[in-house]
């Protein structure tokens, strides 16, 4: 059981991010009304209510037993809203209301899948009333919604509209969306795991590095050569242009610039976008590929009240280009759309890039890493229209690129040509790769556009020993949402090399 409970003074939009969480939740849910519709006002207040929230909740009427509201609630987020209405109920109708609580979270912790949000208005912050049963009503709400604070995962407090988080006994870490396919590989493995292309920094890059480490290691970073480059490469304007430290960077960026009320991220996908988001408390609803689509994203399946859509394009780890329709599918009014094309430079021609387009709700975000075969120097951008740039340049670190890093940038955009023949060897090590791949019985592999493949096999925590064995790294990919164990990010690399991975696995599979 996961309890959030969510407080806030009267019109402070609590309801409002309770239903948020909800929906983040992904699971079917159980909406427990505790007013009382008889009162005009109040039954207007209701309809309110009921006119936002999808169709699909199912709606149930809090009794003075409210426990009860949890019956057969397995695999279900119920919202209990709101607390000091039912708390006032209860003690008209002379219940217990400390022992009511112990009986609702009691029956909350025996039911397992399921989510708990609770709505409570915040106590205390007013003079003390002058009448008893009022003082009485304050004690009580005071002292449960201390006693579900104490249990909850996560407490927020909202003004304004605005969510503050104020922790919770047993807040949940982002540690299991931040595995990466560097922690796989070992001291002298063939390296499948990392999505980097092999060979290091090519060589026009590695004079440009040391020209940079002479002339620009002992002042602070100047980014201005980079970005007038990278506005020249892509069409763009110097002031739509964002120096990152790597692209992971302009994503943690984005909670604080944006301040989203609900993001939506499209998984399978690069993990570091929730974890940021999550871990500055945004509510997260996950939008799944589905695997018998060969991954390719249903902008149907986005909640309409996101205002924050993060999509990689092409995604990791599938491989999966969605056309540039597709994504722009995803726009609407009050919404933010960032697209992650952090392996866009490694397919041909960029079909589907979004980096030229003038939009002023799309943000898109780019890395050098993988291409240029660079990932210690963290070399990454954002583009995204004047407002916009304005906001994350707002939330960046100051000097957040490092002289290295805008060397690279300035160097790969005044280098099309390059950065294009090395899109034309990554799609050839790739298109080889899955040759071999296709000729492994019992092996399932998806159309990808990367430098990688995604292969799903029956054991895969077995086939990762029997190649660790080898000295063999591949990425596990079940810390991707919506991926399992039998599921395997395999990165291309020259022929020989996967001639000889693709013949282990043959034999780890059999």
């Not at 929906?23 to 109040?42: E, F, I, K, N, Q």
């Amino acid at each position: 059981m996961r309890l959030a409970l969510v407080i806030g003074g009267t019109r402070s939009g609590k309801s409002a991010h309770a239903e948020r969480l909800a929906l983040a939740s992904a699971l079917p849910v159980r909406y427990v009304a505790t007013a009382d519709a008889r009162d005009p006002a109040m039954a207007e207040r209701i309809g309110a209510h009921v006119a936002r929230r999808p169709e699909s909740w199912t709606t149930v009427e809090a009794g003075p037993q409210l426990a009860d509201a949890l019956a057969n609630a397995g695999d279900t987020c119920v919202l209990v809203d709101g607390l000091g209405v039912w708390i006032a109920a209860a003690m008209h109708a002379g219940e217990d209301v400390r022992a009511q609580i112990e009986e609702l979270l009691r029956a909350a912790e025996a039911t397992a899948g399921m989510e708990l949000i609770v709505v409570a208005e915040q106590a205390g912050e007013g003079l003390l009333p002058g009448d008893s049963v009022s003082r009485a009503w304050l004690d009580a709400l005071g002292r449960a919604t201390q006693e579900l604070a104490a249990r909850a995962t996560r407490v927020e407090l909202v003004v304004a509209g605005r969510a503050l988080s104020l922790g919770g006994a047993h807040e949940v870490g982002v540690d299991g969306l931040r595995v990466h396919g560097d922690r796989a590989v070992r001291a002298g493995d063939a390296d499948h795991a990392v999505n980097v292309i092999a060979g290091g920094p090519p060589e026009w890059l590695r004079a440009e590095l040391e020209g940079a480490l002479e002339r620009d290691a002992s002042r602070y970073p100047d980014e201005r050569a980079a970005v007038d480059a990278l506005a020249e490469l892509h069409g763009r304007e110097r002031e739509e242009i964002v120096p990152t430290n790597g692209g992971a960077e302009a994503l943690w960026l984005l909670p604080a610039a944006l301040r989203p009320a609900l993001a939506a991220c499209v998984h399978p996908g690069f993990t570091e976008a929730e974890a940021a988001l999550r871990a500055h408390g945004v509510p997260v609803a996950r939008v799944l590929r589905e695997r018998e689509r060969d991954f390719m994203l249903d902008p149907a399946a986005v909640p309409a009240e996101a205002d924050l859509v993060i999509v990689g394009n092409p995604a990791s780890p599938s491989g999966t280009l969605d056309a540039a329709a597709t994504l722009l599918a995803l726009r609407r009014p009050g919404r933010v759309l960032v697209v992650d094309e952090a392996f866009m430079d490694l397919v041909p021609g960029e079909p589907a890039t979004l980096v030229r387009e003038r939009l002023e709700d799309v943000i898109v975000v780019r890395s050098v890493t993988k291409a240029l075969s660079i990932p210690g120097l963290r070399a990454g951008y954002a583009v995204a229209a004047k407002p916009l740039a304005e906001r994350l340049r707002a939330v960046r670190p100051p000097w957040s690129a490092n002289a290295l890093a805008l060397a690279s940038l300035t160097a790969a955009a005044r280098r099309p040509d390059a950065l294009a023949a090395i899109a034309e060897r990554s799609t050839a090590e790739r298109e080889d790769l899955e040759c071999r791949l296709a000729r492994i019985p019992g092996v399932r592999t998806w159309p990808s556009v990367a430098n990688f493949c995604l292969v799903e096999v029956a054991d895969g925590p077995a086939v990762l020993a029997a190649l660790r064995e080898r000295h063999m790294a591949i990425r596990a990919a079940a810390s991707f949402p919506g991926l399992g164990a039998g599921d395997l990010r395999v990165t291309a690399r020259a022929p020989e090399q996967n001639e000889r991975l693709v013949a282990a696995l043959a034999e780890a599979t059999r």
